[in-house]
């Protein structure tokens, strides 16, 4: 069969198989060409999921009759001024989203730049262009979408589906621009000029309200900056559906962003929940790639494990401040009278029985300089001092409620502790701080592997050695481990295979890092007080003491949370107090 070229109306329609997936896609393009125009205020209207119409309408700065009729010719762009690639400062770039579009629907479009006499309108189908009424901005109308192409049209989902992910790509661009804003079907609105929490409520829902910790971290060394809003580790959903990432403030799905968001929260919640978030990542427009597909939601970094490492540095901090360095509102000052204690050490408290999760494991040995199983009392140092005027966030101990919970009075709320959680978080970061004790191996443990996944294991050797695991390559296909973490007695090759998967699907490895926190996670939930052990009021009041000043003191290592205050005037309501 002899070589020919592709005629142009089949060229678009292979282009718009790549770029318009969906009326969703159609929407994201047609929203990001009105950002690039300049304009502030969008109008999306859709019907039927975006079959019989897509309209978009911008007050941007429209186009003349020359630019309109480049519009929709392949790779015609206003957005390339120094044709450099690498520097791409616009949502847009390509040039092949109109002509994509055009070339699988009805489209028309009118225009007006304010400086022609009228408005034009551009017939997409039969390319003609003739003067319009319109008179400010830009309008697109999309009608009968993939009409042209009937194989796509029947994989369309339900009308209500398709118009649930148009809602969500407006939902993304509306949390990327807050400064301007956007009507869809004159039901869901996005007012202009939102700060950043009154947006993310506009778009996540009013639950997360005074749930949100704030984000403002740039590190001068590599020229990037971390900021927005992540939702305390006991607001999560059950799905990423509220996780809205952005490079340079383009939305992006990336597996570098999404896998450090998870390791932030790897000891403060469950794997299978998910915090919220709007998280913005200024970084060089040199060091990120975003010409990686047509959809323009992937980029790749020049450096990787850096920028992740950077955004899981920068969320753990924020996560990890300690209720004295995040006051609670509303606690007032203890009055003059309370005796208090400064300061109070909670050590680990004898059970009567030890459960360990492993009876075959000393976790102890896993640590160096752990403490001890304890053979005596709670030791509490109590000294009293009535001028002492000091700020108390999780109140005086009232009681203990059915051996589970610690009862306690913060100013005018009532404040309710899970003893168990408190003090399996206390235990979690105790052991959190010990150097992780290695074993060498008289005989290395060699691994067989491919020799790509040898490769990739090597590329994050460094990685795994700050997990205590000391490898090297064997040969071109296989890996040997030299030293390991003490009595860490598992498949080490299902492991190290594991571990290259990971790290050829994105580019790094939390493995190692996820089984050290479930050995710590079940060491310390084993070794803490338990539900329906009685404590005094001494070792309650000192448990109280100590969570208030452990990081991430807020949840348990499962994500349960481990306090729980009730306004007083709440409790006024349960008995009709006015």
Known sequence: ???????????????????????????????????????????????????TLISVIDNGSGMSRDDLSRAIMRHATSKLPDDDLQNITYMGFRGEALPSIASVSDM?????????ENGWCLNCESGEIRPSAWAAGTRIRVENLF????????????????????????????????????????????????????????????????????????SASSNMRLRGLISVPTLRRASSVDQYLFVN???????????ALRAAYMDVMHAREFPLCALYLDIDSRAVDVNVSPAKTEVHFLEPN??????????????????????????????????????????????GAWHVADKKTNFDNIFNSIPSKPNKPFEVDLKSDADTNIDLPLGRVIGQIGKKYILAQAGEQLVIIDQHAAHERITYEKLRRHTIKTQPLLTPIVVNMRAEDVMAIISIADELHNSGLNIGEFGEDAIAIFEKPADWDMDWASVLHDIADEVRANGHSSELNEKLHLKLANYACHHSVRAGQKLDMAQMDALLRDIE??????????????????????????????
């Open 1 to 51: 069969m002899p070589v020919r070229v592709l005629p142009d109306f089949l060229v678009n329609q292979i282009a718009a198989g790549e770029v318009v997936e969906r009326p969703a896609s159609v929407v994201k393009e047609l929203v990001e060409n009105a950002l690039d125009a300049g304009a502030d205020e969008i109008v999306i209207d859709v019907v039927d999921g975006g079959r």
């Open 249 to 259: 403030n383009r939305p992006v799905k990336d597996k570098v962003l999404v896998s």
């Open 147 to 218: 009409r042209k192409t009937p194989a796509r049209l029947k994989f369309l989902r339900s009308d209500r589906a398709e118009m649930m992910s148009v809602l969500d790509t407006v939902k993304q661009l509306a949390m990327a621009r807050g400064d301007v804003g956007f009507t869809l079907n004159n039901k869901w609105r996005f007012p202009k000029n939102q700060d950043i929490e009154q947006r993310v409520a506009t778009v996540m829902g009013d639950d997360v309200v005074g749930n949100m910790l704030p984000v403002d971290v740039a």
């Open 306 to 351: 850096h920028v992740r490492s950077f955004i899981i540095k920068s969320l753990r901090d924020v996560l990890a401040k300690t209720m004295n360095e995040n006051t609670v509102q509303n606690v007032a000052t203890p009055p003059n009278d309370v005796h208090s204690a400064t300061p109070i050490h909670f050590n680990i408290p004898p059970t």
């Open 108 to 116: 028309t479009i009118d225009t007006y730049n304010g400086a022609d």
């Open 549 to 578: 000043n452990t990081t991430r003191g807020g949840e348990c290592n499962h994500g349960r949370p481990v306090y729980k205050f009730i306004p007083l005037t709440e409790i006024d309501g349960w008995f009709e107090r006015s």
